[in-house]
């Protein structure tokens, strides 16, 4: 009697493993979780990662300090409640977003080994990453519509960019953003990938995932590469279309102190969009071109092109931007020095 009791158990747990597996054919599953990938981090400096999270974490502190540092000043003065400074907002925004993407789960893996992230993580990372990147490169066009427009048509410029075209603006390059990167997740969610899942990365950077799909990937890679040199290509022609209009509208400037003040005023600007291009670019071609150079060091300038600017752009306008050094350096018993305000910045 006992011997059959086993014996009916036995054929009890056989069918409950044949039913489970059957269930598990039928919706995708394994018994691993095949979904899971592994960062792992900077590959070759296992090491020194706990050295390298220092300066990691500097720059992220320093970046989210000077870009709400930013943010609050422009929000509690109403001096500085104009189009300019509601587009320094939105690249504060995006430059304390875009290392809060990377650096809390970076340090996870430098401190306590968390390598481990979900696809659904992944993919979600890597969304916005690139959204934010993109809307980060409409709104330095913006500003370079703004400062064509302070200099070339300064007398309407109060009507061409009010506050609410702005928003508009804004609004619009978001939901380009948007359009343009949701594809790309939505295609590699459709991928199935292989068994090593092994990114050699502290993000899920695009290239390294698409890497690991094993299906045809023709379609993604061309995406890719259109996307690229869309936005790029597009952004880039705008802003050097109204740089070109600037220039010719100041060497129309018989004044030399109006010439020095119009060429001051996309100082800065100018500034801002070479820590954000240069970097990316040097990059790139590291990327493609540099195959003698270690993994390391790719993965390194790629994750430093996240940090820097959003660190240095707060820097640059604190610095270039008399407005904001006035306030700065103003006290509430001197309220009459924000009459002396003008309305873009000057070196």
């Not at 003065?77 to 650096?103: G, R």
């Not at 799909?213 to 259109?226: F, H, N």
């Not at 590291?286 to 240095?312: E, K, N, R, V």
């Not at 904001?324 to 305000?341: D, R």
């Amino acid at each position: 009697e006992s011997m059959r009791s086993i014996r009916d158990c036995i054929l009890c747990i056989s069918e409950s493993n044949r039913r489970i597996n059957h269930l598990m054919g039928a919706f995708n599953f394994t018994h691993s979780d095949s979904s899971t990938f592994i960062l792992m981090g900077i590959p070759g400096l296992e090491a020194a990662h706990i050295w390298i999270s220092i300066p990691f974490s500097i720059f992220y502190i320093i970046s989210l300090l000077g870009n709400f540092t930013l943010l609050s000043v422009v929000g509690k003065e109403q001096t500085l409640h104009k189009p300019m400074y509601l587009l320094l907002c939105m690249l504060a925004l995006s430059d304390i977003a875009t290392p809060t993407f990377v650096v809390p789960k970076a340090l996870g893996i430098f401190w306590f080994n968390l390598k481990g992230i979900t696809l659904a993580a992944c993919l979600t990372q890597m969304f916005f990453l690139h959204m934010v990147s993109v809307m980060h490169s409409a709104t330095l066009v913006t500003m370079a519509f703004d400062r064509y427009v302070a200099i070339c048509n300064p007398l309407r410029y109060a009507t061409i960019l009010s506050n609410e075209k702005i928003a508009k603006l804004e609004l619009i390059c978001l939901i380009r953003a948007v359009l343009f990167i949701l594809p790309l997740p939505l295609l590699l969610s459709q991928q199935p990938f292989c068994a090593n899942h092994i990114i050699p990365h502290m993000q899920c950077e695009y290239t390294a995932v698409v890497k690991m799909a094993c299906g045809d990937i023709t379609v993604i890679r061309i995406y890719g590469l259109v996307l690229m040199f869309l936005i790029n290509g597009f952004d880039l022609t705008l802003i050097a279309l109204s740089y070109i209009l600037i220039i010719k509208a100041v060497l129309r400037i018989s004044s030399k102190k109006a010439h020095q003040k119009a060429l001051n005023t996309c100082t800065t600007h100018i500034c801002v969009m070479l820590t954000y291009y240069t970097p990316g670019l040097f990059s790139s071609l590291t990327y493609w071109f540099g195959q003698g150079i270690a993994p390391h060091i790719h993965i390194i300038l790629a994750d430093l092109y996240l940090l820097i600017p959003p660190m240095l752009n707060p820097i640059i306008y604190g610095v270039r931007t008399k407005e904001l050094q006035t306030i700065k350096n103003s006290t509430s018993k001197n309220p009459k020095l924000l009459n002396h305000l003008s309305l873009g910045p000057n070196a």
